[in-house]
């Protein structure tokens, strides 16, 4: 919830503040349902919602209102940090259930990031990975990437997501749209470079 609610806090200082927000006891149930109709509306408008969210989502737009859940169903996070961080798993996983519109996942091959995360020594990252591969059914002995792992974890996570891949040159050139970019196990200097990137292209960064 408080992940969301960051989220939230980001999208509506960008693109405007969120609609008040009622109780679930408060709430009649015409508002309730107002609220998820129009809120299936606003995504629909920005290319986010689908006809589940009603369902998978329900709770959270009572919480948080129809202009905020709309919000999120639009944003695009760009994600950079290395494929086999834990905290990556954990933010990614957080922001596809929260009902996030798209994920895009940043990759670096530049050696003072590979150096800085010591996969050996995350624990939480390894547990995530097992459980991934052991959903998606791949052996022991399987070479797929950790970065297929990763997205085709997101889309088992929630079909209704849209994941996709980019380079970290494909984001400096400015081949990405809009969004938000979430900086997670990266040394100092690449994130006062990311920073920079983001300031010169109207991303928050995060």
Same mark, same amino acid.
């Given at each position: 919830v ?12 960008? /693109? ?5 927000? /009622? ?9 309730r ?11 629909r408008i920005?290319g986010?919602? $689908? *006809?589940?969210? *009603? ?11 129809a202009?905020?859940?709309g ?9 950079? +940090? ?7 798993? *954990? ?7 929260? +009902? ?8 670096s091959? @530049? ?7 010591? $996969?050996?020594?995350d ?13 998606? +059914? ?9 970065? *297929?792992?990763?997205?085709?974890f ?8 849209k994941? @996709?891949?980019?380079?970290?040159e494909?984001?400096c050139?400015?081949?990405? $749209?809009?969004g ?14 990311l ?12």
């Open positions: 408080l992940f969301t609610q960051l989220l939230v806090g980001v999208l509506a200082s960008r /693109w405007g503040s969120s609609s008040r927000r /009622w109780s679930v006891s408060r709430q009649p149930d015409s508002i349902k107002f609220s998820l109709d129009t809120s299936n509306l606003l995504g920005r986010g919602a $689908s *006809e589940d969210d *009603e369902e998978r989502y329900s709770r959270q737009v009572y919480t948080l209102g202009r905020a859940h919000l999120i169903r639009s944003a695009t996070v760009y994600v950079d +940090g290395p494929s086999k961080s834990g905290l990556l798993y *954990e933010c990614v996983k957080n922001l596809a259930l929260s +009902g996030v519109g798209k994920i895009v996942i940043v990759t091959d @530049e050696e003072i990031d590979a150096a800085y995360h010591l $996969s050996q020594l624990d939480l990252g390894r547990t995530y990975i097992r459980g991934a591969r052991a959903d998606i +059914g791949l052996d022991d002995d399987d070479t797929t990437s950790h970065d *297929e792992i990763l997205l085709e997101l889309y088992r996570l929630n079909p209704s997501l994941v @996709e891949k980019v380079t970290r494909e984001l050139d400015g081949s990405g $749209s809009s938000i970019l979430l900086c997670v196990d990266r040394p100092y200097d690449t994130q006062v470079r920073n920079q990137l983001c300031r010169n292209q109207g991303f928050p960064f995060v």
